[in-house]
């Protein structure tokens, strides 16, 4: 009896765990249409550590505040069926005119269903592209760039795409301004 106890209990276990599966991990620049939905796409060369910490810049009257951190195993979607993980940088910002009067912030945005909330998508030759899904109604979604220059200073460029506003997409009188820094080289130094 022992014998038969001892036999069902492994056949149990090598039937569980032969059946699972290990997430596949690739280095971070893998493009996500190359990989198995799970898949982990990770620093492993730590290239998103030199962006982390906190930044400011001021331009055009207004003062900002950029705090980047990196997220390990962040959860992306591309559709509706095909999800990966991601080593991101997310940003967190906030906006002021020279007198300290907050113009915009994210600080609150806790996921990319919020607006104004910016990760990043790929990095190459020490540029981090990133995606900004926009402010309200969307407006000024685009790609940011960020150059590290060295230790202390990062340029930013910023290309905000087009967006139609109708009152059914967009209803209501909602502030449409795009605060974020509409510049190339823009330049910020770490704080």
């Not at 009257?61 to 959860?75: A, S």
Request: glycine letters at 4%; charged letters at 15%.
């Amino acid at each position: 009896m022992k014998n038969l106890y001892i036999t069902v209990l492994l056949l149990f276990l090598i039937t569980n765990f032969s059946s699972c599966k290990a997430q596949q991990v690739y280095p971070l620049n893998t493009y996500p249409d190359d990989v198995q939905p799970g898949s982990y796409l990770k620093d492993l060369s730590n290239e998103l550590d030199p962006y982390i910490g906190t930044w400011k810049s001021t331009v055009n009257g207004r003062n900002i505040i950029v705090t980047i951190t990196k997220h390990e195993h962040y959860l992306f979607k591309r559709d509706l069926t095909t999800t990966f993980y991601q080593d991101a940088l997310l940003i967190k910002y906030i906006i002021t005119d020279l007198s300290g009067a907050v113009l915009q912030s994210n600080t609150n945005a806790q996921s990319e269903a919020d607006r104004n909330f910016i990760t990043s998508v790929s990095v190459k030759d020490n540029i981090v592209s990133l995606y900004y899904n926009g402010t309200n109604c969307g407006v000024g979604w685009g790609e940011i760039l960020l150059k590290r220059i060295n230790t202390s200073t990062i340029s930013w460029s910023y290309y905000p795409n087009d967006s139609v506003l109708t009152t059914k997409n967009c209803p209501g009188n909602q502030n449409t301004t795009i605060y974020l820094p509409e510049t190339e080289n823009l330049i910020f130094t770490k704080q």
